[in-house]
């Protein structure tokens, strides 16, 4: 399992199974977020077997299920409420970690306007482009 930061506390990586949950645990993290679909891959069949494990290992499990692309207004806002209330560090993750990269742009520029370029050059260290997400950010307000 590797992990690529975006801020002090909250880091991204792609699929992860539930025996990794071990790890993200070795790891310090506290929390995890899951933007993963029941049933889109193999990998993730549902998030049961998932939910129970981080139980098990006092880690704090969310679920906010998302299409690549899809972002709502109710999936920023439960991403950003994940992101404000839940103890850090912070492990999100997807089958490529890219809606999590994106659905945390555009929670943090949902609570706090975070300036664009930040948010563009954090992403871009963590090998996603938001580029195609910029007019969205934008109007993206508090």
């Known amino acids: 399992m590797q992990t690529q930061p975006l801020e002090a506390g909250v880091e ?6 539930v025996a990794e949950l071990e790890q993200v645990k070795a790891k310090g993290f506290k929390t995890v977020i899951c933007n993963c679909k029941p049933g889109e891959s ?37 991403f950003a409420k994940a992101l404000q209330q839940l103890p850090r ?22 609570t706090e306007q975070c300036d664009l370029a930040e948010l563009f050059t954090a992403a871009k260290a963590a090998g996603f482009d938001l580029e195609e997400h910029r007019q969205g950010l934008e109007n993206q307000s508090a």
Do not use: N
């Open 12 to 17: 991204i990586t792609s699929s992860l199974t």
């Open 42 to 78: 193999a990998e993730f069949p549902g998030e049961d077997a998932y939910r129970q494990k981080a139980a098990d290992m006092g880690l704090q499990w969310v679920h906010i299920p998302v299409t690549p692309g899809d972002y709502s207004q109710a999936d920023v806002a439960a």
């Open 89 to 110: 560090p912070i492990l999100a993750f997807c089958r490529t970690g890219k809606r999590a990269t994106h659905l945390w742009a555009y929670a943090k520029r949902h």
